[in-house]
C-alpha cells in the first residue's frame, strides 16, 4: 500500500470517529422527535375519542303498588372516566336521646331541644367510559337519606320504638352499568323493613350531540 492511500485511509479513519458521535446524537434526536409525535397524536386521538353523555337518574318510592314520589337528578359526564357528582342535602334538626315526648308521658309541653343536627338529602356520583360498538361502561353510586314521620314508624322489626326521637334512614348502592344511547334500565330495588317503603333506581343514558 502506498504511503498515498495509507494517508487516505487514516484521514477516513479518523473522520469516522470524529464524526459518529454527531451522527449518533442525531439519531437519537429523530427518534426522541420522532416518539413525541406518535405520543402526540395518540393524546389527540384519544381527546377526539371523548363525549359528552346525559344520565338522568330517578328515585322513585312506593307503598305497595302505589307510587309515593318520583325524584329525577341530571347529570353531564364524560368518556373519560372523571367523576361528575350531585350534592343535595340540608341539616335538619331532630331530637336527640333523652327528649321527651308530651304525648306518651302525658306531661305538659317541655322546652324545646335538645337537638341533633342530622344531614339528609341525595348525592350522587357517576363515571363513564367508552366501550366498543357504541356502549358506554356507567358506574352509579347513590346515597339516600330521610327522615321518618313517626307515624311511620309503628312496624319496628322488634315490635318497639323510642316515642319522641326521629329516626334517619340511608340508602346506599353502587352499580355498574352498560348502556347505549337512549337506553334505560332499572339497577336497584330496595325494601325499607320500617314501613315497607320500596325504592327504585333508574338511569337512563343519551349522548349529548
Do not use: W
Request: hydrophobic letters at 40%; proline letters at 5%.
Amino acid at each position: 500500500m502506498t504511503k498515498t492511500r495509507i494517508h487516505s485511509v487514516m484521514i477516513a479513519v479518523a473522520l469516522v470517529v470524529v464524526f459518529s458521535p454527531a451522527l449518533r446524537g442525531q439519531d437519537q434526536s429523530a427518534a426522541i422527535e420522532k416518539g413525541a409525535a406518535a405520543a402526540q397524536q395518540a393524546r389527540i386521538a384519544q381527546l377526539a375519542s371523548i363525549l359528552p353523555l346525559k344520565l338522568t337518574i330517578v328515585l322513585s318510592k312506593y307503598q305497595g303498588e302505589k307510587k309515593v314520589s318520583s325524584m329525577p337528578y341530571e347529570l353531564t359526564v364524560r368518556t373519560d372516566n372523571n367523576k361528575a357528582s350531585i350534592r343535595m342535602g340540608t341539616q335538619v334538626p331532630v331530637p336527640g336521646i333523652g327528649a321527651s315526648n308530651p304525648a306518651a308521658d302525658n306531661k305538659p309541653p317541655p322546652r324545646i331541644g335538645p337537638f341533633v343536627m342530622k344531614e339528609v338529602g341525595t348525592n350522587i356520583d357517576c363515571t363513564a367510559t367508552n366501550l366498543d360498538s357504541g356502549r358506554f361502561a356507567v358506574t352509579v353510586t347513590i346515597e339516600d337519606s330521610s327522615i321518618y314521620e313517626d307515624s311511620q314508624r309503628t312496624d319496628v322489626p322488634n315490635g318497639s320504638k323510642v316515642a319522641g326521637v326521629s329516626a334517619v334512614r340511608t340508602f346506599r348502592t353502587t352499580n355498574a352499568l352498560v348502556l347505549r344511547d337512549g337506553q334505560s334500565t332499572e339497577f336497584t330495588t330496595a325494601v325499607d323493613k320500617v314501613n315497607g317503603e320500596m325504592i327504585k333506581a333508574t338511569v337512563t343514558l343519551a349522548v349529548v350531540k
